[in-house]
């Protein structure tokens, strides 16, 4: 069927209507709806993209088991990657399909969260003591569903609610009902993941949650939101993670843009837009940012493995994506992705599902991650009849939160800090650091792909740069510097593979002598092998930005770890020569280090959070690779 009265009117007689989508795009004055077969497939790169008349042409529901395309862990409960094939696309303006949408209230019973609150405050503390607190990463999404039966048709109630959602939420990237048959999705998800329109890639980092109940912001209370520590730093943790995407998916990775409030009726988000631009397929693009860091965490290798190991069941669709796929005008690939959160799934049995995750992060608190998953849920659940609708009574229209200049200069202050690599825009064709053009580098990724981000900084230094994962043995002899890279993990466990092969690489790069820079996970290695004492930090420098002395200079850097190398002098006698130390003068950690042909940082230079970043690389890479080095490194021997 492919008028949305017909549709409607077989709903009503409580018969399916076929596969269809009905969704509005981010304040649009109409919505589209899709109509077609829908089909199955197991990998993204299978899902058809046609030729022909420029629109869409693929609806795919992207559920969150497909992260295991990256070799990522997850718990797999075999939800399938279902895709409508688009035969027919109307748009319809948004007053007629208010006017045609029941205007009914949904009624559900067995109504309760599959995990409780007690037992996901339980679950909070442990993530951030035995991950966190252990180095395995700088956050972590931890989610819980809420479970109900709806009585009655559930396509029926799924339209209900999403008039309610058209009518009550605000501030959504999509409003939607995806019907496929086997399952129905309604929500209103305030997140686009990722979309590519005319060669431009655009990601939207949120986090940040503030608490609107009944729908009123609190003047006062927003502005002390917008100052929180634990939320600006949850939003740049998650602005460096998506920033890493944008690294792989984008020629010169991405700018950053903003940040802004994202207001909705419940709650209100804080936000960045990242763009770049970019030639690769869509579908790779989708498969190259599975999944959004706020819905898994950082880095999202290991943060996939943390949820596996705390969640111990499957996701089904939350975290994953909607994903729009077609052609424009000059036949260029689209894609527009709205991530799954804040939407609920409904079985033909009426079987609804409301999944919420929070955020942890080092100054996360159980009773506040409790709270976030209800507020969070609030919308849809209004939608469902299972929450009070958002209301301000006689009071109309509500202004934007940002109308308002305190809101405004504290939105802008969130940027003084950050590194203006990231925030402003590069020239591709400007050129590198004399000496430098030309030179090879290999970064060594140890499962942290800030090591996309390090690359278009060297990058932007004149370097070329070539990326390896540290399991993949191979040369170093083509390379003028080899950069052993960052990760989680325990760096004293030497036994663990990963640890074993940074060790193995570092004692072959320290013999020969051939140039080194070692970051984060990469330093802590170094300085294990150069004598140092590992310890744990008594608090994790996760997402943690500060001012440092190196070398007699004073840097503002960022911090993402859990570990430390310490000493109780500046100097270092070694059998690779003496080692210079730049140390914390309270506790002797080993911020940064150098020596003849190796130098470590513990800070990641290339993060957002690093304002002095660029700086520290260039001057600690023109030391390791002075021009007159250059003939001599090229008859230097090596392997790793």
Not at 139 to 168: D, T
Not at 413 to 419: E, G, S
Not at 576 to 591: F, I, K, N, T
């Amino acid at each position: 069927m492919t008028h949305l009265t017909d549709l409607l009117a077989a709903v009503a007689d409580g018969v399916d209507p076929g596969p269809f989508a009905l969704l509005r795009r981010d304040g649009a004055d109409d919505l589209d709806l899709f109509t077609g077969p829908v089909d199955t497939v197991e990998a993204l790169t299978d899902l058809p993209l046609p030729s022909g008349p420029p629109g869409a042409r693929t609806l795919a529901v992207v559920p969150y088991r497909q992260i295991t395309e990256r070799g990522f862990a997850c718990v797999d409960d075999g939800a399938p990657l279902e895709f409508l094939q688009v035969r027919e696309h109307q748009r319809i303006p948004l007053s007629d399909v208010l006017a045609a949408l029941p205007d009914e209230p949904v009624h559900t019973v067995d109504v309760g969260f599959d995990v409780s609150d007690e037992e996901y405050a339980r679950t909070v503390q442990r993530v951030l003591s035995e991950e966190i607190g252990r180095g395995e990463g700088a956050n972590f999404v931890i989610h819980r569903s809420l479970h109900a039966r709806v009585q009655g048709s559930p396509l029926g109630a799924a339209l209900a609610a999403l008039r309610r959602l058209l009518v009550a939420e605000r501030g959504a990237y999509w409003t939607f009902v995806v019907h496929t048959g086997t399952r129905t999705l309604v929500g209103a998800s305030p997140e686009r993941h990722v979309s590519v329109d005319d060669g431009l890639v655009l990601m939207n980092p949120i986090s940040g949650t503030f608490r609107c109940p009944g729908g009123v912001a609190d003047r006062a209370d927003l502005l002390r939101f917008l100052a929180d520590p634990k939320e600006i730093e949850e939003l740049y943790m998650v602005l460096d993670e998506e920033l890493k995407m944008m690294a792989t998916v984008a020629e010169h990775g991405g700018q950053v843009i903003g940040p802004y409030l994202k207001e909705m009726s419940h709650l209100a988000h804080t936000e960045y837009l990242l763009a770049g631009r970019g030639t690769r397929d869509a579908r790779e693009v989708l498969r190259e940012t599975m999944f959004a860091p706020t819905v898994t965490g950082s880095p999202i290798e290991n943060a996939c493995r943390v949820i596996a190991r705390h969640e111990r069941r499957g996701r089904g669709y939350y975290g994953g994506v909607l994903a729009l796929l077609g052609h424009d005008q000059a036949g260029r690939q689209t894609l527009d992705a709205p991530i799954l959160i804040r939407t609920a799934e409904i079985s033909p049995t009426g079987r609804l599902r409301v999944p919420v995750g929070a955020t942890l992060v080092r100054h996360s608190t159980t009773a506040g991650e409790v709270a976030e998953t209800h507020a969070k849920a609030a919308g849809v659940l209004a939608a469902l009849g299972l929450a009070p609708a958002a209301s301000v009574g006689d009071r109309g229209p509500v202004a934007p939160l940002t109308d308002d200049p305190a809101v405004r200069d504290a939105l802008a202050a969130r940027n003084a800090p950050l590194a203006r690599f990231w925030l402003d825009q590069r020239s591709p064709d400007a050129p590198g650091l004399p000496g430098l053009v030309g030179r090879r580098a290999l970064i060594v990724d140890a499962e942290d792909t800030f090591t996309g981000m390090l690359a278009h900084q060297l990058s932007a230094l004149g370097l070329a740069v070539t990326t390896r994962p540290w399991h993949a043995s191979g040369p170093v002899d083509d390379y003028d510097l080899v950069v052993a890279g960052p990760g989680p993990g325990d760096p004293r466990h030497v036994d663990e593979p990963k640890m074993a092969a940074l060790r193995e690489l570092l004692t072959g790069l320290l013999a020969t002598g051939r140039p080194t820079l070692a970051v984060c996970l990469g330093h802590q290695v170094l300085a294990g092998l150069l004598g140092l004492t590992l310890r744990r930090r008594e608090a994790p420098y996760q997402g943690l930005q500060r001012e440092v002395a190196l070398f007699g200079r004073t840097r503002r850097v960022g911090f993402y770890s859990t570990f430390t190398a310490r000493a109780d002098t500046d100097r270092l006698a070694t059998a690779y020569g003496p080692v210079e130390l730049a140390r914390d003068p309270d506790d002797g950690a080993v911020h940064a280090l150098r020596g003849r042909g190796f130098a470590g940082v513990q800070f990641h230079a290339e993060s957002v959070l690093s304002p002095d970043g660029l700086a520290v690389l260039s001057e600690l890479v023109t030391d390791l690779l002075p021009a007159n080095r250059q003939d001599a490194l090229t008859t230097t021997g090596g392997g790793a």
